[in-house]
């Protein structure tokens, strides 16, 4: 009964953003603004660079990721959004997790115009996302983590005059159905609100918000998921100083809200994120970040704290009406402290360099090379240094319609360890705008 009303609100509120997208465009004369995307992207990458922690599941990947995205501005109160995603994923030793994926979204954003009542928002908004994921084991045959997901939500958002402060409050619900396993099934409800104030003549926005999920499972672990954000982002417009911005995130959630987790795991996190911009001379300028993240899972050895230091100079050296040719200078260090598994424990550190030469409206070209080594602490036998390069190509075909190509290799050396071993990835794009 539930899944049938769900069901139910998702395609009335679909079919009613649909009919005023087709009721605008019979209207209204001028021209739509649309744009299709798609991308086909296929190559291999070690688990700590496709998104996982690192040493939680520590292999290969072969992969192959397709995606294609239509959006429309209907009229100047609507749009809307109806992308896919198909990915396949090939996992060189542990063959339990190879499985494939599809990915449905579809969202809608209508804006209402003022109103002296101050209970009507200025946006409405609505989403739906459907993912069916299959695990497919060479040796096993099918498995019982086969699951659909249904997730739904709405929207709405008030705007002060002249966009001085927002807030938006979002709600909706989150499914998981395995078709064998049911022991896994949970459904949550969820609320958000998020505000934003702009103070100081527009110098400092201030951020703040707050979510909490009410999980119901099949197993009886009903949780309730809280999660809260504060931040600014601060422009004092100084010689030296562009941009201070910081951002602070805590609460409780589970890896099945990341794209990348094949597992299921709860834990409480904490993430502190510190921006600072500071130009240095007319062609010459600095970006510093700094990010802290703690993570605690509740059944699982792998919690860490984990420290991220970027910075990166930029070096300018054409910027006219026609072209524009920088140079980028990039280091990287990361260290992660797993609390219970010493052998984990490591240190990380990259240097890039780069170069991007733009033909504006017309063509891209961004080539750079970097030096990664990473150490672990007790186990020197996983040590390993990395050469990586890469290569971005973009061309406008017409007004309307560009082409992209990008290649990633990497060549990877362990000291002591495994056989050393060479990467690529390979992604064709194509945006047009019509």
Known sequence: MKKTFLLGVVFITIYMFMSLAFVYAADEKKEKNS????????GEKITDLFGYEDTDILDDI??????VSFNQKASPKLSYTISQLLERRNYDKNDLFDNKFTQTTVSATYRLGESECFLMPQELRTSYMFKLKNYVHTISGADNNDYEQNKFSLGVSYIGSNKNWQIDYDTGINSFDYARNSINNENKIFNQIQLRKKILDNKLDIYTGYKIQYAERKNGDDRTEPEKMVGFDFKPGLKYLSLVSFRFENGKTETREEEVREDIRDYKYERFITK??????SRLSNSFVHKYIYRKYDNFNKSYHQLKLNNTTRYTQIDDKVRVLYYELGFEYKEGDFIVSDPSNYKWIAETLSLTYEKKKNLKVTSGFSFRRKEFSSSPIS???RWVYTLGLEKAISPGLSLAFDLRKEWRDYYQGGADKTYEVYKMSLNYKF
């Open 276 to 281: 600072v911009d500071f130009p240095i001379a």
């Open 35 to 42: 744009k299709l995307t798609t991308f086909f992207e296929v």
């Open 62 to 67: 072969r992969y192959l990721r397709h995606s």
């Open 383 to 385: 040590d390993s240094k």
